[in-house]
């Protein structure tokens, strides 16, 4: 599968974004589905997950409640609201997925990722 990010920007405090990740090839039901971010000077650290089926979801502390993550198999995109963000948000975010059997696990480690979008910059002004 490929995977196109887009919907960064520069937003300031307490704003929202939306992010998009499109996908071609294989459809997205066959991967666990993954958003990632690597602010400068930093390694890249996990956001959020979905599982295979998308009945299992996991936040990062920082982003829960403020982060959501959301997906349309029959559109093979992966969505990411990020309302209340702030300047320590600031970072490239990645989507990823992951070719899995498992339907309900979802994957916290970048290595565990097969394939990656190459990233929409997102820019939180204080």
């Known amino acids: 599968v490929q995977l196109q990010a887009s919907g960064g920007g520069l937003v300031q405090a307490g704003g929202s974004l939306r992010l998009s990740c499109a996908g071609s090839?294989?459809?997205?039901?066959?991967?666990?589905m993954g958003w990632f971010r690597q602010a400068p000077g930093k390694e890249r650290e996990f956001v959020t997950a979905?599982?295979?089926?998308?009945?299992?979801?996991s936040y990062e502390d920082s982003v829960k409640g403020r982060f959501t993550i959301s997906g349309d198999n029959a559109k093979n995109t992966l969505s990411l609201q990020m309302n209340s963000l702030k300047p320590e948000d600031t970072a490239i975010y990645y989507c990823?997925?992951?070719?899995?059997?498992?339907?309900?696990?979802?994957?916290?480690?970048?290595?565990?990722?097969?394939?990656w979008g190459q990233g929409t910059l997102v820019t939180v002004s204080s």
């Open positions: 090839g294989r459809p997205f039901s066959n991967y666990a």
């Open positions: 979905n599982s295979r089926s998308g009945a299992d979801t």
């Open positions: 990823a997925a992951k070719s899995t059997s498992a339907l309900r696990a979802v994957y916290f480690r970048a290595s565990q990722y097969d394939y």
